[in-house]
Structure formats: C-alpha cells, structure tokens
C-alpha cells in the first residue's frame, strides 16, 4: 500500500508538472502584497534582532524590522499587551511571527488575494513545525487576552486595539486550550497545525539560525510543486497539497 500512495503522488506531481501554464518558480522568492513589504526580496544587512535570519535576503527593510520588536508598533498601532503586561517569552514568539510575517521570501505557495486596505495578498494554512507551536502555545499560556481570533473585532476608537466590550481578560490557555487552537485560531488560518518537525522539509519554521543556512527554502519549492496554476486549474493541485499535508513523511520521500 505505501508504494502505491508514492506511486499516486509521483503521477500527480509528474501531470502537475506536464500540464502547468504557469512555472512553479513564480511562487518562489516572493514577497507579498502588502504596505510594508518590498516589492522583490533581497539582502539587508541591518535587519534587527529576532529578524536577523531573514538578512540575506529578506522582504521587509531594517525600519520594519526594527518597528516589528516594539510594544506597540506604529507599522498597525497593535498592542499585544491589551490585557497587562505579556510575558517576555511569549512575546519573543510574536516577534517571531511578525519577522515571518513581514520579512519571509518563501510563502508564495500560500498567498490567497484580499481585498484590504493595508494588503492585497495574506497567507493561509503555512504547515507550521510542531516544536513552534507547541513552545508558541507553552510559553504564552499563562499570558493574558480576551479575544480567541486576533485577525479582527476590536475595538479601535482610540486608535490603538483595544478588548471589545463584553469581553474579558484570561489566560492564553482559557482562550486556546490546545496548541493547534493558538497556532490556527489567533491570526485566521495564517498557520496550519502539523505532526512534522523542523528539519523535515515539510513545515515551515518561524526562526532559524541563518549560518546553517533557510531551511523554509526547500519547503517551499516542495509545496510550490503542488500549487502550480496548471495543477490549480485541472484540480490536481489542492488534493496533492491535502495528501502532502496528511500522508506520513516516509511515503513522501
């Protein structure tokens, strides 16, 4: 049975491959559609703190990134600490989460069109690396919010978010009881809970040590393969990113 389901996923990304109008490079080292992002990736050798792996070649300048590590940035006039003081090390991984966000070169595969005012592209369902999410969910959890979905509802009429009414501060656990809930909910389906680990080429990693090299490279060019216009097009392309997605990594090597 594992070969067959190999042999299925060959055959699927050998048509994918065949039939495509589009390259699938088009999907790789982009940077997205948005205020703050540069129109094309490319190296910054000032890139601030927790931003520094995305240096070599990076979609947001050194301004953003060092605007990214504020409490309160004047890039969206976002405050994570609408419900008291956040612990520093859950905080660390929303620093995180915005350099990715704003600096990452290699989430093509996932851009879907918005119509927004601050962005005309977002990402959905990136295969976040379990140990992430987990350490993601583990060190806020004890931290405090009063909303579930951070994407939108607030209340913005002093200018800043603020806790809508009839909501209350508790803990990241009372509002996101597992990590999957944390990693899928606060941000709308940015990030897709998975069983991969870092380093599997199947999952995209929120920080990485830049000396060893981006990892989150490879990953894109293997679900690039499954999203190319052609494939999208015929219908071939969602079901072998579902299959990438679900079948265990020795079938898919």
Request: charge should be neutral; charged fraction near 20%; proline fraction near 6%.
């Amino acid at each position: 049975m594992p070969w067959k389901l190999s042999a299925l996923l060959l055959l699927l990304a050998w048509m994918t491959a065949m039939c495509c109008a589009r390259d699938r490079t088009s999907l790789l080292n982009v940077c997205m559609d948005a205020k703050h992002h540069k129109v094309k990736p490319g190296p910054e050798d000032e890139l601030h703190n927790q931003c520094t792996p995305w240096k070599k070649n990076a979609c947001c300048s050194a301004r953003v990134s060092r605007e990214l590590h504020e409490d309160k940035s004047s890039l969206y006039n976002f405050s994570w600490e609408h419900c008291g003081k956040m612990e520093p090390a859950c905080k660390r991984h929303f620093i995180q989460n915005n350099c990715l966000y704003e600096c990452s070169p290699n989430l093509g595969p996932w851009f879907q069109e918005v119509n927004q005012k601050r962005r005309k592209e977002r990402f959905l369902n990136v295969p976040l690396c379990k140990e992430d999410c987990l350490e993601w969910w583990e060190d806020c959890r004890t931290s405090y919010t009063c909303k579930s979905s951070w994407h939108k509802g607030w209340n913005w009429t002093s200018g800043s978010n603020e806790c809508p009414t009839g909501t209350i501060c508790d803990t990241f656990e009372s509002y996101f009881p597992t990590p999957a809930a944390l990693c899928e909910g606060i941000w709308n389906h940015d990030y897709k809970f998975t069983n991969y680990s870092r380093g599997s080429g199947r999952c995209i990693q929120m920080w990485f040590d830049s000396a060893e090299g981006n990892p989150n490279e490879e990953v894109a060019r293997f679900y690039a393969l499954a999203l190319t216009a052609g494939a999208t097009s015929h219908g071939m392309g969602p079901l072998l990113l579902s299959m990438a997605l679900t079948l265990p990594l020795g079938l898919l090597n």
